[in-house]
């Protein structure tokens, strides 16, 4: 009997556990899922794997979670806009499985379900495919919520301000207050309606120290806004130079040569030009963009749709580089071509100065090798520095070496506690041909340096328009914040400015070129290079 009693009560508590452990799962609306690949590194090669983060709605809780999925897997099974059936425990939550087996992910936490209207990019571009099964969703949801977002980007905030604070080169901070500064950019933070006027709020900033080499790099966004244009300052006009064939710029009537004067609200002068668009493209992309423009004498508006488009770092697994203007550079394409033109004169073209990891610079040191035997039997010699934004210091010294025939002092970097010459020594074959540079508005930082140290040693005549005035000395750093759903985000700081040889600074300043050469309107929309064709007068009659 006692036996008996024994058995039934045993088989009761294994009854009682079985009923105890069999999971009690909720039932919600999946209404968010998107993909984010953590920050390409430009020093290293990385093979991106996505982390999905899921956003489950229950009544007006919202729950989050992510996970990662092993290397070669499929993405998710849900659809968003589907039923699901989760549970959460601890640090987890688990998502049943069409077969009835769990999915574990990593949750992240609960939060209220805000309502309102999509109204930027971040919460319009779920709308683009209503039958997609695996897109993005509206900052609204997808971001998990404003408090959970703007806890981020707080966060953020904290290491970023406290990075500058660090290690900017003037310890003063250029006299600026600039932990009530931080604080207003927190309360702009807590105010803001989506995570786009989060990361412009930290960006602006960075940009209240004028310095163009101290900036804000965001967390990767799942896509960006791409309006099928260039242009730049061409004088003290914004001017276009380049459009994308058949792309949303084209197709809404911008034309090559079109002088820009309004970027929605903001009037479009040399001075900020890039940064209006750097924010409208990347920082809190828009749908939409309005450009006020003229056309030989008649003012007109042209809406430009955006084309919605997922960052390049995501899609390429090549060895991609950032220069110093934040745009990717191709490792696999050269950065350095050298044409040869009638008269014996030699065209350098130099895109880049690449950055300072041993890939790049080795890389670029063979090109310039390769250039410089091709150049040294030219009568005349033209560098292109069009475009380029500088990059690595130690490329600028020894492209500069082959036309010194003995070593000087380039100039001096100026930290907060110490100074460091910047020295050029010769490199063979001296190069003693006349040469002529070609500059312009976006010719920047090493291209600027270059360009100004052989216009003071007397070296070659300048062509084209005022340099960018970017020009100081620059670290990048690459933080994160999160415990369990890392945030990757990166700042880049001048550590030190620079002082040309003579004691001026270039910074905010730019190079005068010796000859001023403007493209007009004209030019630019018949594609005639005429600075180049300048440069090649100027070479040729050199060489008579």
Known sequence: MKHHALTVLLLLIISISAIAEKPTYQTGELVGLYERVPALYPDRIVIPIPIYTLHIRVSDVLYLAAYAPIQGKTKPEWHVGTSVEFRVKKRSLFLKRPNGKELELQFLGAVPAPGTKPQSVDQAMNNSDPNAAFKPVPANVREGGLQLERGRMEAILDVVSKDVQEKFYDSAMKGLDWEALTEQTRQHIR????????????????????????????????????????????GNDILVYKLEKDGPAQKAGLELGDRIVRVDQYDSKRENFFA?????????????????????AEPKTIKIPAKLETPWAQENLNVWVYDLARQPVNSEYPATTYTPYSGDVGYLRLQTFGLS???????????????????????????????????????????????????YPMGKMIFRKRSEPIEVKPVHPTITTPLIVLVDSTSAS?????????????????????????VNMAHLLWENVGTYDKIEFGVEIASARVVMSNGEELENHGVAPDEFCIPSPEDLHNGKDTCLVRALELSQKSTQ
Do not use: C, W
């Not at 310039?368 to 475009?387: E, F, P, W, Y």
């Open 191 to 234: 105010e803001a309606d989506n995570t786009g006027e989060m990361i412009a709020a930290t960006s602006a900033l960075l940009d209240q120290l004028r310095d163009s080499h101290t900036f804000f790099i965001p967390p990767g966004r799942t896509q960006t806004a791409d309006y099928g244009f260039d242009a730049k300052p061409f």
């Open 276 to 296: 209006i668009m750097r924010n409208l493209r990347d920082l809190n992309p828009t749908t939409e963009m309005d450009l006020s423009i003229v056309r030989g």
């Open 357 to 407: 990891a041993p890939i790049i610079t080795d890389k670029m040191k063979k090109e310039i090798v390769a250039a410089m035997n091709s150049a040294k039997d030219s009568k005349a010699l033209i560098i292109d520095l069009r475009g380029n934004s500088g990059g690595s210091q130690e490329i600028l010294t020894f492209l500069s070496g082959y036309f010194a025939d003995k070593a």
């Open 446 to 470: 090493a291209s600027e340096i270059f360009a100004r140290t052989l216009q003071l040693q007397k070296r070659a005549v300048v062509i084209g328009d005022r340099t960018g005035g970017s």
